[in-house]
């Protein structure tokens, strides 16, 4: 029998998502279902930076389309909701419209989202996000930008982020900018392949 979730519509704390049951906070990670039952050999780096993760750690899992970053992403999500952690999955793409969908709304995500706040949970309160596609966006000053600015507040506000990107640490560097190379470097990083 499975369980149904509601969403809240009113502003939720940290401790709040935190709170949920394990089945509930992955209900909102909002991972794809293609993902949700796939579970992925972990590899060694990946695996000792779950075991041994404290609040605020990032991993950046890279290599070509098709290795299975995603896979290792997921599986490293939730792991760390099974541990008490407040998730979050959302494609770079998916995060770039939600914020003109946020510009075009008054400064909260329309209806369609599962919260007003999303972006805002997204940005600061979720305790992991995975940031999956990042550099298969569209490249504009807008959405470097944006990026680049939501990597940066979650690594200053020690806020976990799991990214996948098909682009290299220096490549993903020089598309982002020197505002996230510290918070990049001080991430654990697979290379997949």
Do not use: C
């Not at 952690?85 to 419209?97: G, L, T």
């Not at 914020?99 to 909260?108: A, G, P």
């Amino acid at each position: 029998m499975s369980q149904t979730f509601q969403t809240p519509t009113d502003w939720k704390s940290a401790a709040w998502w935190r709170n949920r049951s394990p089945e509930e906070r992955m209900f909102h990670a909002k991972v794809p279902q293609r993902f949700r039952s796939v579970e992925a050999d972990l590899p060694p780096i990946a695996a000792n930076w779950v075991n041994n993760y404290e609040d605020g750690q990032s991993i950046f899992i890279h290599g070509k389309p098709g290795t299975g970053k995603t896979s290792i992403a997921q599986e490293l999500l939730k792991h760390l909701v099974a541990k008490g952690q407040s998730a979050r999955f959302v494609s770079a793409e998916q995060y770039i419209e939600m914020l003109k969908d946020q510009f075009d709304n008054d400064n909260l995500l329309p209806e369609m989202y599962s919260s007003p706040y999303l972006i805002k949970y997204i940005q600061g309160v979720f305790d992991v996000v995975l940031l999956d596609g990042v550099g298969q966006e569209r490249e504009t000053e807008f959405s470097t930008h944006e990026i680049g600015s939501l990597i940066r507040r979650r690594y200053e506000n020690v806020r976990t982020v799991i990214i996948t990107t098909t682009l290299g640490v220096t490549d993903f560097n020089r598309r982002y900018g020197d505002r996230v190379k510290s918070a990049v470097l001080d991430m654990a990083e697979v290379r997949v392949q």
